[in-house]
């Protein structure tokens, strides 16, 4: 199976307060995928989750792949079998008993999983399998291991050239003029973030003749600032004071459960920084954090779950990769939410205008880290 088609989203994403001049009106789901879907379930369909080792409250990949598997069990009227990983040990047994428990759809959440999925599909070929940010190729030759894993994977570094133009445009007129990230760990789709988010303030400056500067990421060398993992400890807390220690004013923390450190060390810091969501509406997931949170910059994953359960209760499930992109509403911008009206003058337009100038192709951002097919 070549990794090379995209297949276009269906259904809007069930998070709060979209921007509609940036999101547009999203598309409806499909009618065979939507309304009363249990009548069209097989008798027999038992979906099921496996998370990866952030948990099902991580407020961000885990935590929406669970609400989109529980809005399609809830329509099938069926019970989904959801296994928490609490550390890297736990993905095998998990899957190991995903399968024993009769499930016969198994998503995976993130790349870490892909050494389990692949052994477990390959060992089960007339089960279904999809994972979440990753194609599944642990032999890296350009496919999917196995014909029954269905890769959901996410173009994020073009919504995130729109939170970077965003990020600049705040520290520009705050005087500051300067931005920062870091990272989880350094993976593809961790670093697709950090690229778009440079390569939109470097946009920003062009534009605008500015000079914003980034801390924490250089696109070109692929090196910057990294945690080594996902976990919201002493060592994600270090990292992101070592970003804020440099003057940045905008932060963008990459990595599911390290936005709680990046929070922290700004409450430390005793200064006025914000910073940026990544996955899920972060201001609207966690209200703890929502008043330093500028924008989010956001992936469908509930969405992508929710279609891929669905079809596969059909007996309609299809091994195509699905590619998220601003065009098919796979990756988007939140709201500002209460920081909207304190935006600097007409920078929501340019934001509309450059969505629409990456979705018609005019303008196109190129990360060494997007997912093929892009």
Do not use: R
């Amino acid at each position: 199976m070549t990794i090379s088609t995209t297949k276009k989203l269906a259904g809007i994403s069930a998070a709060a307060g979209l921007i509609i001049a940036l999101a547009g009106c999203g598309s409806a789901p499909d009618a065979s995928t939507s309304g009363s879907a249990g009548a069209g379930a097989a008798a027999d369909f038992k979906p099921c989750l496996v998370s990866d080792a952030g948990g099902w409250n991580d407020k961000s990949f885990n935590e929406s792949a669970k609400n989109g598997m529980d809005k399609a069990a809830e329509e099938l009227d069926v019970k989904p079998l959801e296994f928490e990983s609490t550390n890297d040990n736990d993905y095998a047994p998990n899957m190991e008993t995903a399968i024993s428990e009769g499930c016969s759809l198994i998503i995976s959440v993130g790349f870490k999983l892909a050494a389990a999925t692949v052994e477990a599909a390959k060992a089960n070929p007339d089960l279904d399998f999809a994972i979440i940010d990753d194609y599944a190729d642990t032999d890296f030759d350009g496919t999917t291991d196995a014909p029954n894993i269905k890769p959901l994977v996410f173009n994020t570094a073009e919504a995130s050239y729109l939170g970077g133009y965003a990020a600049a445009a705040w520290s520009a007129q705050a005087g500051v003029n300067k931005v920062g990230t870091f990272g989880g760990m350094q993976i593809p789709s961790v670093a697709v973030f950090m690229d778009g988010y440079e390569l939109g303030v470097k946009k920003y400056n062009e534009d605008k003749g500015a000079n914003v500067q980034i801390v924490g990421w250089d696109s070109t060398s692929q090196k910057g600032s990294f945690t080594g993992g996902f976990d919201a400890n002493d060592t994600a807390k270090q990292t992101a004071q070592g970003v804020l220690d440099q003057g940045v004013d905008v932060i963008l923390p990459v990595g599911g459960p390290i936005y709680k450190s990046a929070a922290a060390a700004i409450a430390d810091s005793g200064k006025d920084t914000l910073m940026l969501g990544v996955d899920s509406d972060l201001a609207v997931a966690d209200d703890s954090v929502a008043s330093i949170t500028l924008v989010s910059i956001m992936k469908a994953i509930d969405v992508a779950v929710y279609d891929t359960t669905i079809a596969a209760s059909k007996g309609q499930f299809d091994p195509t990769p699905y590619v998220g992109t601003l065009k098919n509403e796979g990756v988007k911008l939140s709201s500002f939410h209460d920081f909207e009206s304190k935006l600097p003058a007409g920078l929501t337009d340019e934001l509309m205008k450059l969505q629409e100038q990456i979705i018609d192709g005019t303008i196109t951002v190129e990360s060494k880290n997007s997912p093929a097919g892009s």
